[in-house]
C-alpha cells in the first residue's frame, strides 16, 4: 500500500530556509502526481505546490504552486529514489503550518484532483517567527 513519510520541518527565523522531503513508496505507476499541501493553525488545509511527473523521459515534469509559493518555493521528484522534495527559501511567519504530502495516480494533476487523494503523509511541522 501507498506510504508517505514527511521530514525536515523545524523553526526558523523569517528569511530563512527549509527542505522538506517525502519518501513515498508502495506506488505503482511512475506517472502520478504528487504535492504538497499546509495547514495553519484555525485554518483550513490549502495547497503549495504539485508536480506531475509521467512515464518517458526521466526528466519530463509539470509543476504548479500557489501564489503564495511562487518564487519562493521549490517542489521537486527524484524519481529513482521515490523523493518528492519541497525547498523552501524566504520564509515568512504566514508559511509556519503543518506541511503534508500528498499522492495521487493520475494525469490531471491540479490542486484540487489532488486534494481529494486518500495518500497523505503524517505532516511536519514548519515554524517561522
Known amino acids: 500500500h501507498v506510504q508517505l513519510v514527511e521530514s525536515g520541518g523545524g523553526s526558523v527565523h523569517s528569511g530563512g530556509s527549509l527542505r522538506l522531503s517525502c519518501a513515498a513508496s508502495g506506488l505503482s505507476d511512475s506517472s502520478v502526481c504528487m504535492g504538497w499541501f499546509r495547514q495553519a493553525a484555525g485554518k483550513e488545509r490549502e495547497a503549495v505546490a504539485t508536480?506531475?511527473?509521467?512515464?518517458?523521459?526521466?526528466?519530463?515534469?509539470?509543476?504548479w504552486y500557489a501564489d503564495s509559493a511562487k518564487g519562493r518555493f521549490t517542489i521537486a521528484r527524484d524519481n529513482n529514489k521515490n523523493t518528492l522534495s519541497l525547498q523552501m527559501d524566504s520564509l515568512k511567519p504566514e508559511d509556519t503550518a503543518i506541511y503534508y504530502c500528498a499522492t495521487r495516480p493520475i494525469s490531471a494533476c491540479t490542486f484540487e484532483t489532488l486534494g481529494r487523494t486518500n495518500y497523505w503523509g503524517q505532516g511536519t511541522q514548519v515554524t517561522v517567527s
Open positions: 508536480i506531475y511527473t509521467g512515464s518517458g523521459a526521466p526528466t519530463a515534469s509539470s509543476s
